[in-house]
């Protein structure tokens, strides 16, 4: 997350970087102080909470509006609610990233879209408030994880209808790589390798899938994965007796040479063997 300004530093305690997560990540409107507390500090007596919520807020706004002309520049604070001033100049991956993904669909139209989209997927290879085990913190980064696989899928699919295979496998391969579970984008994968003429390397996307599958689920492919399978075979079959033909038409070839070279040597025999007889016959007969 960034603020545009001077003089700010960076939340240092985990009560700051909590209240300024959830600020941050729950942004449509501000919140009321006593759900707040109740929130972040549910394990708390409601009296101990709103003090830790104070306290806490106290310290977030040192940190990031550490001048009196600087209050208010960020955070929104009354009596009653708390919020973030989103007109000032705040940046934060995750809202980018969802405001990107809400415009998904148009992707495949809008170059604006689709740069936004692999923008704010890129900003998310990290683990949200990674060290922070809140249950809010928890469907947070799992709803985000979520919103990243589908925006990652959504970006593979564009890119494979514009033609851009490789592109489209980078895509599929980074879903795998955080969720190795996910069939339906082990079959685009395989897919993609079919188009680029990769059998080999779809063969062995084939088997990482169904050993993963049967591994962590301790279940078979699914039919339409067992289907891409009998489509590889299909493959090896026909490109198989063009491999089989051009080395049966060598091996003639080089037959034929053979036959050819041995009759020149039989022709070559029978004329040595003529010119003998020839000569034998005009010799004179002497007694």
């Not at 941050?24 to 003090?51: I, T, V, Y």
């Not at 520049?73 to 009653?80: K, N, W, Y």
Request: charged share 30%.
């Amino acid at each position: 997350m960034s603020l545009h300004g001077t003089g700010w530093t960076s939340p240092t305690t985990r009560s700051e970087v909590r209240l300024l997560g959830f600020l941050a990540l729950n942004n449509a409107c501000p919140h009321a102080r006593e759900k707040l507390a109740a929130q972040l500090w549910s394990d708390a007596p409601p009296e101990r909470a709103r003090g830790a919520l104070k306290t806490a807020l106290w310290r977030l706004r040192r940190a990031i509006e550490p001048g009196r002309a600087d209050r208010g520049r960020f955070l929104t604070a009354t009596a009653g609610e708390i919020g973030l001033n989103w007109s000032a100049d705040i940046r934060c991956d995750a809202v980018a990233f969802q405001r990107a993904h809400a415009r998904r669909g148009d992707i495949s139209r809008c170059p604006d879209a689709f740069a936004a989209l692999d923008s704010g997927v890129a900003g998310l290879e990290g683990e949200l408030l990674e060290g922070y085990y809140d249950d809010w913190v928890i469907l947070e980064r799992e709803r985000l994880n979520a919103a990243r696989s589908r925006a990652l899928f959504a970006l593979m699919v564009a890119t494979r209808d514009a033609g851009e295979y490789e592109r489209a496998l980078i895509y599929g391969r980074r879903i795998l790589d955080r969720d190795p579970l996910r069939e339906s984008v082990h079959r685009e994968v395989i897919r993609l390798y079919l188009k680029l003429g990769q059998r080999v390397q779809a063969l062995r996307q084939y088997e990482f899938c169904t050993r993963i599958i049967a591994e962590e689920l301790g279940i078979a492919p699914m039919p339409e994965t067992r289907a891409l399978r009998a489509e590889i075979a299909t493959r090896e079959a026909l490109a198989a007796p063009k491999t089989h033909s051009c080395s049966a038409d060598a091996e003639l070839d080089r037959a034929l040479r053979r036959v050819e070279a041995a009759l020149q040597e039989l022709a070559l025999s029978h004329a040595d063997l003529a010119a003998r007889i020839s000569e034998r016959d005009d010799r004179p007969v002497t007694h």
